[in-house]
């Protein structure tokens, strides 16, 4: 049915490119770990001890961005309401 060039062609070609994708991926892998490790080391190194600034935060800002998500999104079920629309409406 097939002949046996184009076979043993297209199984050389999928395993070429199957080994191609890994080997980006596994490389993209490598070089993000990397960037990891090199931005924790100059973290260190600087003094703020790697951590996320918004551990810094103090829990009164935390508290008044949590309210300030709860008000837009009454606001936006309000406005949903009003116009009959849902609230899982993006658009809104």
Known sequence: MFEQGVVSEGATLTLVGMGT????LLLMMLVITAVGRVVGFA?????????LAATKQP????DKA???????????????DARGTSTDDPHV
């Open 21 to 24: 994708a890994f080997g980006l």
């Open 43 to 51: 973290e260190r190194r600087a003094g703020r001890g790697g951590t």
């Open 59 to 62: 829990a009164s800002d935390r």
């Open 66 to 80: 949590l309210a300030a998500v709860v008000a837009v999104s009454a606001v936006q079920g309000r406005r949903a």
